[in-house]
């Protein structure tokens, strides 16, 4: 009966994807009005299960799921156990201005992670995630009468793409049981493209075409920390930290501006800058994180995470300010989040929904930026449960946060979204000893 709800659950997920993927228009991998400001909207890191935890993980060492967010934790396993990770995220968000309303759904991968031993208690994982998106499109028509009276309708456009990826290799270490130390290599690379154009309906007046070309990339290191003591037979307190290094951004800026009358293009300016001399950054991180779980059962966890952007170089960047009324700044981003899971019965073999674990969040974020003086913040719940499939801990996680960013108040754009993500633990044991022949 347990294998026939097995089957039935993975054929459900996979039907549930490809409708997912059917329905994706593919063009952005994030949709936000506030992306068109320095890097994008930066990503929520964390494989579904981090995620359905509120997106805590600095203090959790859990040997069924690989957890990137701390290097220290990719030792927490079994012996000779190959693990890997994919995921798959859908959004749908509502946006509201004012009297405006309207809505977006996105569909991406968000990770693909893998991970096994490397001698006794040490271990080494390498993946790749996305680290922030560029995804926005909107318009507005002239509305001065003066204006209008002199040059006909005016209308002003602008839309962005683009996405930032990180891959990743780490490893970590485990001492006396107790304490492991973990450490990573980052990579950055990815493409941006920010447009603006303002069109004339009267043809005798030339519309206006210009925009941004980025491509960056950049090194950077994270290091993490993670030490375990006992509080009882199957109770104990993880104590966890990280800490991921600033770094310049590298690449290049294509900046333009063309001139469009009938079929003449006229270019205004074009020119071609190098990052790496403009002193641009990416921000360091610090995070702490406590948690207490008693054994396999249940775990509970609570995460603060800051990272310093007032370097970052954004503010008067072509291609990364934003040009118009408002008027972003960088500034110091923070976060608070807590977890909590529970598994009925692992070991129930007549009810299989006492095997699955069930897990709720909430978090808090500050962005890294302020609109018009305004701090940025987002809040929500998030649930989820990891299905069992098969043998050893290979399952499927889902889950969905529920959220809010900003408000309408300062005329700022409202998000109320829902966002729904699967995750697939594959697990396997590697490398044993044939005992028979």
Known sequence: MIRKIEKFIVLAVFLVVSICVSAQDGTYGAYSPYSIYGIGDISKEGTAYNKSMGGTGIATRNRRFINYLNP????????????????????????????????????????????????????????????????????????????????????????????????????GVTFWKRLSLGAEAIYYFGNLDKVTNMDYSDDSYRSLNSGSELTIRGVTGKFGLQYEQKLGRDVSMIIGTTYKMGTNMKGFATNYRYATQSSVTDSLRHTVDTLGAKGMRFGNEIGVG????????????????????????????QGFAVVGDSRFSSTVSQSFRAGFEIVPNRNDIRYYLKRCSYRCGVYYDQAYYKLDGNNVNSMGITLGMTLPVYQWYNGISIGVDLGQRASTRNNMIRERYATFVIGFNIHDIWFRKIQYN
Do not use: C
């Not at 759904?105 to 080494?124: E, G, M, W």
């Not at 680290?131 to 456009?157: A, L």
């Not at 008693?294 to 995470?305: D, I, P, Q, R, V």
């Open 290 to 317: 406590i948690s207490v779980k008693g054994g396999e059962k249940w775990s509970a966890e609570f995460n603060y995470l800051r990272s310093d952007w007032t370097r970052s170089g954004f503010d008067n960047a």
């Open 72 to 171: 220290a934790a990719v030792t927490a396993r079994d012996t000779l156990s190959f693990m890997a990770d994919f995921g798959l995220v859908q959004n749908n968000t509502v946006y509201a201005q004012g009297d405006i309303r309207s809505g977006h759904n996105t569909f991406n991968i968000y990770d693909f992670v893998l991970s096994f031993p490397i001698y006794k208690s040490s271990a080494f994982m390498v993946g790749i995630t996305p680290y922030s998106d560029v995804g926005y499109d909107f318009s507005s028509k002239e509305t001065d009468p003066g204006i209008i009276g002199n040059t006909g309708n005016i209308t002003y456009d602008s839309y962005g793409t683009g996405s930032i990826y990180q891959a990743f290799i780490g490893a």
